[in-house]
DNA sequence: CTTTAGAAGGTAAACCTTTACCATAAAATT
DNA sequence: AATTTTATGGTAAAGGTTTACCTTCTAAAG
């Protein structure tokens, strides 16, 4: 690969003239000059190389991604949105799977610093813990976290407890009274912020909390399955919420295994609004998230912090009841 | 951050020093100096600098990925197994999305050609187009692809042809002839090659394609829903094939809508085998292919190439029809 | 006692850029 | 005519590594 050097010599000209015109300099090139490098460049196929840019400059216009899972279509979707706006402003972006666990989280961070990231976005799994923090260095001050608030970091929030409160409301408004939760593993403070808005609504409309109705699931559509099953056929609940829509369209297989009607028999309601929950049978009720506009979000707020531009450290997305088939009948779709 | 030169003056010994018992070195260090580096290494929290090291060394352990969506989950399945093998060879990956435009496609190449990347994963769009190939420049040899055979490059090869034509032909044995296509865009390679297949069945069954029954869509469930309903309700189709399961089940939502049975009526087969068609109602007969496994190979296959260990240049997935409930009744799952 | 080998450490070049600082000449100002 | 600007170009330092090559010292070999 031609570097500077090479191209100067071609050109005639000295490696200042030839960055001059690369970058578009505001120091003058002569237009004749200009045209000759430009030719030079042309004929080299010359690339400057962002390695010796970025250990230069101290920016690499390079961003991590931290998530769980990317075959999650929860992540992928703010992945997506992320990646977008990374696009329009030049940046890229490394995305690192940690599965939540604390090790990989580290091991990633550590990572990003060594490849002198300009930032970081963060979601799933936990952040403000001492090792982690640590790990994270001079890049503290470039972090967004996705889906937290009660964290020191510029953060875009989801109601997550709202929405839970209202998908709960919403059965308990439907005259139930048996409400499983399925939720997510321990580590995934999204499916306790979840757990908080369940609680919170069943405690307000004068119900206890029955912890027998409460299981832990792993995200996936089997897991779904399998608890649905449990918390139906034994504990009797007649209706199910789950933490995401992946473990609700496991619970409505479930249902239907057990030879029940939905909406009838067992009520279902998920979580996310991923796109096909509208077009499973019944369709599913769940807690709308404009995943793809946090994404945007996130990285909006990551460009503006590295650039330092002042921006807010706090973004607020809502959530939205859908009502679908999988609580309401007549409800064919939305 | 502290660099190595900072790290040497608190340790008191000299920058290779440092770098040896950083590398771990073949050239001997004592064992007392070992511990004050390693103590002063400590202190300062110091990181080597990746980009200083692969500017040096011309290798970044930074592979870059481009595909078309990774909202997409066959794509964000694939990535994930990329991922995790990555990881394990200390890889970082540069995930870059094209939704199959070309221009796009030229603009990541050349990102990733200024970054140094070591290589580079490609699946879907077009690759073997002058322009999109000089992009490429040296890293033409440290490319893989997958899905695609017909291709001067290493490559993960996915049987799309049999498994359409296997899909076709079972569904030639239920007896049915009006069979529709919904495709994939017109730049999707695997989405044509999935027709080739089609077209096979059809031909070696002795029935002519009708081209009345085929129509792109554009691989999301909305597109499957509106053109199947356009295949059942004007062409009178009595099965359709997808190119992929997303638009098999906007199809099956299609069909119900129209007030016809699955699979009386209309039999429904899709292709890939996302984790929840076992789960939609009926579940979706569907062709498999081993998504992680996929992209596990592919990152396998770029690591020896990169590390220039002879490799097979290609690696071949053969792909399964997995018949559910959507085109045989009593199958309810699988 | 002399020679040789091995252990342990250091020096400096190379990787490729950007840009502050200089240098020169021509044009504009006084 | 003398001085200041402006246009244009070059030189060299800095950014953080790795490693070939050197040096010094001690221990083994002859």
Chains 1, 2 share one sequence.
Do not use: C
């Amino acid at each position: 690969m031609a570097n500077i050097i090479d191209v100067a010599q071609k050109a005639g000209v000295s490696i200042a003239t030839v960055s001059r015109v690369v970058n578009n300099s505001r120091h003058k090139v002569n237009q004749a000059t200009k045209e000759k490098v430009l030719a030079a460049i042309k004929e080299l196929d010359y690339r400057p190389n962002a390695l010796a840019k970025g250990l230069l400059m101290k920016k690499t216009m390079t961003a991590g991604i931290i998530i769980p899972d990317i075959s999650n279509p929860y992540y992928a979707e703010i992945v997506r949105g992320i990646q977008d706006i990374a696009d329009v402003h030049g940046y890229g972006i490394m995305l690192l799977n940690t599965d939540r666990n604390k090790e990989r989280i580290i091991k990633h961070i550590l990572f990003l610093r060594e490849k002198s990231a300009d930032g970081i976005i963060f979601s799933g799994g936990t952040i403000d813990e001492e090792e982690v923090l640590s790990a994270l260095g001079e890049l503290k001050e470039r972090v967004v976290v996705i889906g937290r608030h009660n964290v020191d970091f510029p953060v875009i929030a989801i109601d997550n407890v709202g929405g839970a409160s209202k998908a709960t409301k919403h059965l308990i408004d439907l005259g139930h009274r048996r409400i499983g939760y399925i939720s997510g593993p321990n580590n995934s403070t999204t499916a306790k912020e979840r757990f908080e808005g369940y609680k919170t609504a069943l405690t307000q409309a004068g119900y206890r909390v029955d912890r027998t109705l409460i299981k832990n699931g792993d995200l996936t559509p089997s897991s779904g399955y399998l608890i649905a099953k449990e918390l139906i056929y034994e504990k009797k609940a007649t209706a199910i919420f789950t933490a995401n829509d992946q473990m609700a369209i496991g619970a409505i297989r479930a249902a239907k295994d057990l030879g029940l009607r939905i909406p009838e028999d067992v009520a279902i309601v998920g979580f996310d609004n991923i796109p096909i929950t509208s077009f499973i049978d019944p369709p599913l009720t769940t807690i709308e998230i404009p995943m793809y506009q946090v994404g945007i979000a996130a990285m909006e707020m990551l460009v503006n912090i590295i650039s330092e531009k002042n921006s807010e450290r706090m973004r607020w997305f809502s959530t939205n009841l859908i009502i679908r088939g999988s609580t309401e009948n007549g409800k064919k779709n939305s």
